[in-house]
């Protein structure tokens, strides 16, 4: 480059103070992340002292003689997430190849911006929705015809509340399903077209194109959008408050109260006295965190593998 | 000068003239604790700063945190319907004082069942919120209620999510007339419930149970008169079946023994008198002895101290019973010889 030599010293110590700046910023998000994680552990001290694994295991939770354990909260968790996912993920992928492949353009556009919109929407409106619309429409209508035909399973038993595990996992999938489809769709637009006319060329129908091709390439960024849903799910605290029934019991049936971690700690971090009670609800943050961070690096190593997958393909 | 550095200086001095001349700030002094007696507090609140420009603020958090709030010093004033005991207040550095009572009474969601139509014992009831009676046609609900047709339907059970001072009322009755519920359940603000689910605070209990058919819950008067809920009647310890109303609140606190009372920790369920409702409480509220402000903490007393010699009609409108004037007097004795700021009293 003729003029490198021209712009010589003051060049570097522009690219020298550009380089220490970025990296400060990211030593900041590092130290954040230190400094939760510390917060957690140093708070959690009294209660995993007290407690120890058990604490993993055990569904008691009576602040009045207590008695702690995370095991209602994380199975409210990990079910309410789960029937988020098990919804939200094929009908957002439905939803995004909809727009991406069938609709109309200006459809396309139009159902786009309403994702858009339902995706900006705060959570707690869907709480509040969830609980004076859809629970008495669930408890009326919904699940008494669930109760019916699928009552042989445990899943369905007991009595339709309207407030319940099930609700909570539905409006979750309402929540996370705007999103997955925004980003899929995102997704889906990047395919280059030419390999989408190469399939139709040789033949493939709408749906082979689809799945072969389209499905195929944005694989990688389908599951990442997935993983972000998931992650949003896991945490969601106001919107799940609000129709779980905050009960601390684990029930074979969907229709039961139940609590997230989330929703615990929003309801009752307010008025722990006690140092063993606050402590109990830092470990229960302390195993959401674990939580999150085990789904991550899941989420990183499944889409490392796709890419060597990939890379192996050709 | 430059024009720039004149203009600033310009700025700087008008800001500076127009902060002299500034209004005094009226005072803001805040409160955290039950929902028990929000909708009167509310109430006596926005009728003095009417008065006097004094805004003082109350969040409605449940009595747990209440306490917790008052102990770590974030509010100015807590209140809780569970009473410390005496030797729990001076070691937490509190005082705690009564400010107003009230009743607890269940309500129901029957289609087709109004308020003050449904009748209870107390052994039934305890058993419904024990999930010992599951169904609403269970032949124990059925024969106290033979002109009702009570649905084929399961009782669904709403109680507090959060530590209640108002739970703490109702499982203090349920504790003292059910020995299953006793040895199995107890007193407290926050109970191992055998199912059921949880809202927040008593607009929850009320809002939960206006929206699911077939469901029970308990809250403070109030708010059954302010959402429409169907109250249901209970037996008192006389025999009687009793409405929840102004009478029967106030002749159970008529039995209120304030004067022996350390602390001023009382209890009112199951009071005796023969039109007596049976879940009846009182509201505290919990201040710190040591004051960091003599000035805040004046003025606080004084919202009070207006609440005890002014507020007494416009809680009877809302069916909460004021604290009579003798207990008044003796709380105001309780500020000047408990609460002190560097050493000087406040009051």
Redesign the interface.
Known sequence: MPNAAVRGASEHRADRAFRVLTAACSLVVIALMAGILFELLANSREALGTFGWRFLTSDAWNPGRAEFGAASSVYGTLVSTAIAMLLAVPLSLAVAVYLVEVAHPRLAKFVGGAIELLAAVPSIIYGMWGLFVFATLMQRHIQPVLGERLGFLPLFQGPPMGIGMLTAGLILALMVLPFITAVTRDVLLMVPPVLKESAHGVGATMWEATRGVSLRYGRRGIVGAVFLGFGRALGETMAVTFVIGNSHRISASLFAAGNTIASSLANEFNEASEPIYLSSLFTLALVLFGLTLVFQIAAHFWVARMQRQETGDR | MSMRSKAVLITAALVFALSLTAPAVAVTLNGAGATFPEPIYALWMSKYHDLTKARINYQG??S??G???I?AKTVDFGGSDAPMKGPDLREAGLIQFPMVVGGVVPIVNIEGVDAGELRLTPDVLADMFAAEITYWNDERIATLNPQIALPD??I?IVHR???SGTTWIFTNYLDKISPKWHETI?T??????P??????GNPGVA??VQ?????IGYVEFAYAVQNDLAYVLLRNSAGEFVSPTIESFQEAAANADWANADGYYLVLTDQPGEGSWPIVGATFILMQKEQDDAATARSLLEFFDWCYTHGGEMAIEKDYVPIPENVANMVRETWKTELACDGKPVW
């Open positions: 958090i449940g747990s945190g306490i917790r709030q102990k339907e399961p669904t999510a959060e530590g107890g407290g603000k926050i109970v191992p419930w199912g059921g689910v949880g809202a927040k809002n939960y929206r699911v058919d077939g469901s």
